[in-house]
């Protein structure tokens, strides 16, 4: 069982910066890869940033490379979603979630396959 609970949300000005953190508990996190996703209202949850278990794999959606940095301290038990240059359309809830320790790939990208999810936290960009 592996508890996920997500902070560093908040409401910030297009253009601006926020990093995001994901406390794990448990003493197992590092047989987990770690995936980073989004909700907006009347959208689908989706795929935003994905690390493998030792962070040697990492993904991104098209739609924020380049401006997401995801990265994790498995002695601190945590991922890190570091966001740069926010736009109004980053608003959404920002969930983490724990895959394995049996997934097959080393970062996947479809949130069915997750074992286990934060509460979320909400990011509001304003224009």
């Known amino acids: 069982q592996v508890q996920l609970v997500e902070s560093g949300g908040g409401l910030v000005q297009a253009g601006g910066s926020l990093r995001l953190s994901c406390a794990a508990s448990?003493?197992?996190?590092?047989?987990?890869?770690m995936g980073w996703f989004r909700q907006a209202p009347t959208k689908e949850r989706e795929f935003v940033a994905g690390?493998?278990?030792?962070?040697?794999?990492?993904y991104y959606a098209d739609s924020v490379k380049g401006r997401f940095t995801i990265s994790r301290d498995n002695a601190k038990n945590t991922v890190y979603l570091q966001i740069n240059s926010l736009k109004p359309e980053d608003t959404a809830v920002y969930y983490c979630?724990?895959?394995?320790?049996?997934?097959?790939?080393?970062?996947?990208?479809?949130?069915?396959?997750?074992?286990?999810w934060g509460q979320g936290t909400q990011v509001t960009v304003s224009s």
């Open positions: 979630a724990a895959d394995g320790p049996l997934s097959m790939k080393p970062v996947e990208t479809n949130p069915l396959e997750y074992d286990y």
């Open positions: 448990g003493r197992t996190f590092s047989r987990y890869a």
């Open positions: 690390i493998s278990r030792s962070g040697g794999t990492i």
